[in-house]
T-cell receptor, first 116, second 110 residues
């Protein structure tokens, strides 16, 4: 399977614990995006990388959130001191960076986080 | 990025065409119209995109009005598996983040 993969698929944690999610993009894609989706809402943008560089971060991304993409391949999203409000589906997507053409993003299945 | 407006929900009979409208009256000249859908408990899936001309692929057709202020996604023969939330998104030619609205929840009924 050459699609976007995310691990783990589900994570249950207690409030105050740290969690880390991993995303493996499609191999030739140089852009990688993180989104968060709560029940009944559309996905909300968190941050994105082009190769290793983090090009944009949303104001939603508080100091407790950090994302990395150290070698321009896989990415991790860490949440420190989790809160119940962090419970959501965390989605990863990847794409090629085009100049004038499309920006088709391919999404992974998501990691569902539940904070107790 | 320009905002889009879509109906909250729509129903369609199985085998009939589903026509999903989207308004994007503030779209800029270099911005594309993208459509994604999200089937329950899955990640969003790209469907189609266009700039000013009508587009068709194996999944759907996209009709963009001449003034580019609105568009319609057409699923020519809807099946039960097309039941999903459909998102219309406007995006500049440099790509970047997708801004999802509430989308249209399409229910295809037998």
């Amino acid at each position: 399977d050459t699609g976007v993969s995310q691990n783990p698929r589900h994570k249950i944690t207690k409030r105050g614990q740290n969690v880390t999610f991993r995303c493996d993009p499609i191999s030739e894609h140089n852009r990688l995006y993180w989104y968060r989706q709560t029940l009944g809402q559309g996905p909300e943008f968190l941050t994105y990388f082009q190769n290793e560089a983090q090009l944009e971060k949303s104001r939603l991304l508080s100091d407790r959130f950090s994302a990395e993409r150290p070698k321009g391949s896989f990415s991790t999203l860490e949440i420190q001191r989790t809160e119940q409000g962090d419970s959501a589906m965390y989605l990863c997507a990847s794409s090629l960076a085009f100049g004038l053409a499309g920006n088709e993003q391919f999404f992974g299945p998501g990691t569902r986080l539940t904070v107790l | 990025d320009a905002k889009t407006t879509q109906p909250t929900s729509m129903d369609c009979a199985e085998g009939r065409a589903a026509n999903l409208p989207c308004n994007h009256s503030t779209i800029s000249g270099n911005e594309y119209v993208y459509w994604y859908r999200q089937i329950h408990s899955q990640g969003p899936q790209y469907i189609i995109h266009g700039l000013k001309n009508n587009e068709t692929n194996e999944m759907a057709s996209l009709i963009i009005t001449e003034d580019r202020k609105s568009s319609t996604l057409i699923l020519p023969h809807a099946t039960l598996r097309d039941t999903a939330v459909y998102y219309c998104i406007v995006l500049g030619d440099q790509g970047g983040k997708l801004i999802f609205g509430q989308g249209t929840e399409l229910s295809v009924k037998p």
